[in-house]
Structures are given as C-alpha cells and as structure tokens.
C-alpha cells in the first residue's frame, strides 16, 4: 500500500492579491495533459459513485449459482464470481464505498488538522509544544501497523477504518498548517492587522485560514488515493468493510482465492485503484503547479 509523500514544512508565501481566477485556472487545467486525463478519470470515479444505480446492469448482490464464473462478455463485461454475481456491477458498487471513505475520512482529517495547526501556530506555546508532541508520536507509528493494531482492539467495521484513516492521516495536514500559520502571523498585514486593535477570531479567518486553505487541499486531493488504497487493503485483510458489501478490497480478495479458476475478478478490483491512484495523483500534481505561487512562477 502506497504511503503519502513527505511533504516539505516550508511555509507557502501569503498570497494577498492576483489569486488565479476560475476561468484561468480552467483553461491552464484543460491545457495540462496530465492534469487533464487526472480529472477525466476522477470524474468518471464520482460519476460511477454517484449513479452506481443507473449504472450497474445487475444487483451486485444476486447470487446466481448457475453463472458462477462465466468469462467477460457483453452479458457480463467483468465476468462473473464464484456465487455468480456480475463483476462489474460490484466494481461500480464499490465505488460508493471509495468515494465515502476518501470524501468523509479525508474531510474529517482536513478538518481536525485545520483546526489542530491553527492552534498551534497562532496559540500559546505550550499548546504548540504539546501538538507537535502528538503529532510526532502518530507519525513515529507505521500507518499500516497503526491501522492493523486499532483494528484488532476495536474489531473490524467501517466506523473502524474511518478511525484509523483519521488518525493516521491528520497530523499531516496539521503540520502544514502550523507552519504555515507560524509564517502568517508575523508577517507586516497580519502585524497592522494586530495594531489596529483586531482580535485573534478575525485574523485567523479574514488572513490566515484563507492563505493555509489552498495548500491543504492540493496535499488532500493528493492524499485521496492513499485512503482509498488503505482501505482497499485492510478489506482484502479481512479487516475492513465487512461483507456483503463490494469494496475493491473485497474484490481482490475472492478474486485471489479463484485466481486460477476465474482470473478475470482479480484483474476487474486491481485496474479502479489503479485509476483512481492515477486521477487523484495526476489531478493534485496539476493543481499543485497552477496554484503554487512558486512553481507558477517557474513556469
């Protein structure tokens, strides 16, 4: 399972004026072919979740024992399973389970690590201290080992694996807010800000969450496919979404225990998460150039 990349603590200049408009960032967007093919793909990904009901030609959970294991044809494009379910309808299915992890896990971890690095940059320094504190022992834990040791006490369930995505992924965007934030409230606007009497609720929302706001979300949309992969893997292990509910993990693993005899399933839950690694990989990367003050600059 694929580990976010390290992410580098040096603070993003304030941005004040000459914000890239809609319609700029479109057009250098659809101009980029990468980035380009990124949100094609994760627009066929948040199409799948969302119209998975119009979509599926099956119900992804009807066992039909008499067509266990028919290869892929116009009948059944993916095949079908050892209890003659259709594989693609399941792979379509599964991606509602995706998009509700990488939607929901990754915005409750944006959230509480929003909230956590503005603490930490702008309060006391003994609540400085203490977060870094926490944040360090998280990341001083193995996210695979982490996971897998909350699982097991806690017993295997979605509330489970949401949990542990949490934990395990938001002292990354909190330390790039702390940073970013211990940059911000020095700097000359936010110091005259200060000096003309404004409190502490208006310098954080009016000039510091709105400067802290852009990279968190570029580094989210690049953290999405490591959700989704982490996800898929706990479910394969067994440890994840319990059944019958078609996660890719899912997937993958009653595909690995027919690969001889139906090798199709296998090859049907591996190719949505390495498209959806792609989009999501490929989307943050092109976002990151076009809104990065300092990559634009280099452009």
Do not use: Q
Request: glycine share 10%; with cysteine.
């Amino acid at each position: 399972m694929p580990e976010s990349e390290p992410v580098s603590e040096a603070a993003p200049p304030p941005v004040r004026t000459g914000a890239v408009g809609s319609s700029s960032l479109s057009r250098r967007l659809l101009g980029d072919p990468l980035g380009l093919a990124g949100l094609v793909l994760v627009l066929v990904l948040l199409a799948c979740g969302l119209f998975a009901g119009w979509i599926t030609p099956y119900d992804p959970f009807k066992i039909a024992v008499r067509d266990r294991f028919l290869p892929p044809s116009l009948l059944h494009l993916f095949g079908t399973d050892n209890l003659g379910r259709d594989v693609f309808s399941r792979v379509v299915e599964g991606s509602r389970i995706a998009l509700y992890f990488a939607s929901v896990a990754t915005g409750l971890s944006v959230l509480l690590g929003l909230t956590l690095g503005l603490i930490a940059g702008y309060g006391p320094r003994w609540a400085d201290s203490l977060f870094v504190l926490l944040f360090d022992t998280v990341n001083a834990f193995p996210r695979v080992m982490l996971a897998l040791a909350v699982i097991t006490i806690l017993g295997p369930s979605s509330a489970s694996v949401l949990l542990v995505i949490v934990v395990t992924t938001f002292p990354t965007y909190a330390r790039l807010v702390r940073t970013s934030t211990l940059s911000l409230k020095t700097a000359e606007f936010v110091l005259a800000e200060r000096s003309l009497g404004a409190g502490t609720p208006r310098i954080l929302l009016r000039h510091i969450l709105p400067n802290v706001v852009g990279p968190l979300l570029i580094l989210a949309s690049m953290d999405i496919p490591v959700v989704i992969t982490l996800e898929a893997g706990l479910t394969f292990l067994g440890l994840g979404v319990p059944p019958p509910a078609p996660s890719w993990g899912r997937i993958l693993n009653e595909g690995y225990s027919f690969i001889r005899e139906a090798p199709w399933i296998v090859v049907s839950g591996g190719i949505p998460l390495i498209l959806a690694t792609l989009g999501f990989t490929f989307l943050g990367e092109a976002l990151r150039d076009l809104l990065d003050p300092r990559l634009r600059s280099r452009r």
